[in-house]
């Protein structure tokens, strides 16, 4: 069975004070879940809240990090930084990461390759822009970020790779894919997965929507049949609000 999953992406909002006030609300609203409930601080505070939340179901990961394992990259953490303050799952390829720090595919695989040699898991990243799916391009553009970062992998591997499809055109902007639009292109996902790694593998990997996910829209995204949870930006930040989403399940 594969695992439902609902995660916090914090984005680069949260001080260390606001992060504790978060946590604590955050843990106020707690309660057993099908899903598993996951918040991505800032990365100075990944340590404070790692054990602010340890023993609360609440698992702290990280936004990003590097491929290398140390050297001379100035501003960059590695998986075994992360490793050594708790972290064991990681967000890669983020549409944001691709816009603005120019990730590409190349790096992100090697990105893939570093966190899973680390014991990592990782949930990856990717999503059409407007135009793509204005132009019919949504499938061949998605198709291409998993294959070209993914498919070198092994069978294996995909044991610690979560998918989060977030088409751009709905992230932070009020828009959500409709739950038909979610589900044809996690269907689409599944299938591109079935093709190259066989049912089992492709029934085993979770893949969470990503885009304007709120209480209001959570449950009907949910209930889709290929949409194993979401990847929450905006309404992550308010423990009530995230909490509705966590419990639409
Ligand atoms: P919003 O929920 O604010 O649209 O952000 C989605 C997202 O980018 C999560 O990673």
Known sequence: MRKQIVAGNWKLNNDLAQTETLITSLKAQVKTSAAEVMIAPTATNLWHAYNSTKGSGIEVIAQNMHFAENGAYTGEISASMLKSVGI???ILGHSERREYFNETDETLAKKVDAALAKGMRVIFCF??????RKSGNEETVVGNQIKNALFHLKSADFQNIVLAYEPVWAIGTG?????????????????????AYG?????????????????????????????????????????EDFFAIVNAF
Not at 188 to 193: E, G, N, V
Not at 209 to 232: C, H, M, Q, R
């Open 127 to 132: 999503g059409e822009e407007l135009a793509d």
């Open 199 to 239: 049912n089992d593998v492709a029934d085993e990997v979770s893949i969470l929507y990503g885009g304007s996910v709120k209480p209001a829209n959570a449950e009907e995204i949910f209930s889709k049949p290929d949409v194993d949870g979401g990847l929450i930006g905006g309404a992550s930040l308010n423990a």
């Open 175 to 195: 828009e959500t894919a409709s739950p038909e639009q979610a589900q044809d292109m996690h269907a689409f996902i599944r299938k591109t997965l079935a093709d």
């Open 88 to 90: 064991n799952t990681v």
